[in-house]
Every structure is written in C-alpha cells, then in structure tokens.
C-alpha cells in the first residue's frame, strides 16, 4: 500500500536556523512528489512538484529534493514567517495522491 | 482571479442532521476534488468530479455521503445524518484539467469548511 511518511512532527527553530524536513514514501509508480505548506485555518497551498530522483527546486529560502526513496524539505535561514505546516504528498501511477501528516515547524524570533 | 471558494467557513450541525458543503473552483477549472483532513492526520482524498460526472468516489464513504457538480453553479458535498466522526475539516481543490501528474499540473485548494458535530 503506499504510504508517505513526514518527519519530525513538530519542529521549532530559532530564526536563521537551518533545517531540513523529511518526507519519506513507498509508492507503486511515482508521479509525483508535491510540497505544500498549509497555514492555520487555511488550505494548502502549493509549493513544488518533483518527478524523478535527482531534481531539485528552489524557492526563496526553501529547497526540496527528491531521491527513489524520500524528499526533503531544507529550510535555510527561516524567518518566523516561515512557520507553518508543510504537507508532502505523492502521486502514484494510478492517479492516487496520498498526503503525509505534516510537519509543523515553528520560527521564533 | 478568485480562488477555490468555500463556504460556508465553520458548519455546526446536532447529530442526525445534514451538512451541504460548497465549491466553486477557480475560474476556468472544471475539475474539482474534495478531502478531508481530521487534526493531525493528512488530507484524505474523498471524490473527483467533472462537471456533471463523478469520475472517481473511491475515497467517500458508501452511506450518507454524496457530492456533486452540476452544469451550473457550485460542487456539493453532502453529509446525511451527520454523526461526530463526521467532525473534520473539509477541502475542496479544483484544476484547469485532470489532474494526472503532468508537468506543471497542480492543484488549488480552498480555505475548506471545518464541520463541527455537536
């Protein structure tokens, strides 16, 4: 069955603290592997989709990277605005998209 | 260009009661999709419609749960007899075309409607 799996729960940095998210997966055929950070009260909202081992992307402070086995989310030099929760979720061949639990990082000042 | 739009934002409903949930996805999409996430779970893929046809309901449950998306006007998830499991919140998400994992395809939430039972 596929399964995404996010960790840590919870994480709390101090600002300019770099850190990494985990999101590891087993899936029958990936399509896709997609980032979302999801505010309180708010719905998801897109960050990034990867598609084969190898691919990075970059947004700002955010980095996502993809292996056949997990993604991370690396978080560099947040700022308190940066908190929020960060949803993976992945695509199989079928079309299914399974979502993680998240992780819910909080930036102090 | 507005968002996926959903309302209303927070529903109490007693138990036995019905809950309507509304969707009007972004302009020019005709391909809405509903989950549902409960606290500290992930969003669970509840049902795919296009305009007029569901395309996928694998995720909703067989009894008291329906949804639609007539020619005209908002997607409808529909709750009969609402129990307190039924407690959630509650997205919708809408593209412009199916949404397959095609590059560049991706999907835009609403704000979803947290349903409380009392």
């Known amino acids: 069955e596929d399964q995404v799996t996010q960790s840590p729960e919870a994480l709390r940095l101090q600002e300019g603290e770099s850190s990494s998210l985990n999101c590891s997966y087993t899936?029958?055929?990936?399509?896709?592997l997609f980032w979302y950070r999801q505010d309180p009260g708010k719905g998801p909202e897109f960050l990034f989709t990867?598609?084969?081992a190898g691919e990075e992307k970059e947004k700002e402070r955010l980095k996502a990277t993809l292996t056949k086995k997990e993604s991370f989310l690396h978080i560099t030099a947040p700022k308190p605005e940066d908190s929020a929760t960060y949803l993976c979720a992945v695509q199989a061949e079928n079309n299914d998209m399974r979502f993680g639990a998240g992780t819910r990082l909080t930036v102090k000042p | 260009n507005a968002g996926v739009m959903q309302n209303p934002r927070h529903l109490v409903r007693r138990r036995g009661q019905e809950a309507r949930l509304r969707c009007s996805p972004m302009k020019g999409h005709s391909h809405v999709y509903w989950y549902r996430q409960l606290p500290e779970e992930g969003l669970k893929f509840m049902v795919y419609?296009?305009?007029?046809?569901?395309?996928?309901e694998s995720g909703m449950p067989k009894e008291r749960f329906s949804a639609e998306f007539p020619k005209e006007g908002p997607s409808i998830l529909r709750i009969q007899q609402v129990v307190r499991g039924d407690s959630a919140a509650y997205f919708c998400a809408s593209s412009p075309r199916p949404f397959m994992g095609a590059r560049n395809e991706k999907l835009f939430f609403g704000s979803g409607t947290q349903l409380s039972v009392l």
């Open positions: 899936v029958s055929g990936l399509r896709g």
């Open positions: 990867l598609y084969s």
């Open positions: 419609l296009q305009k007029e046809n569901i395309i996928d």
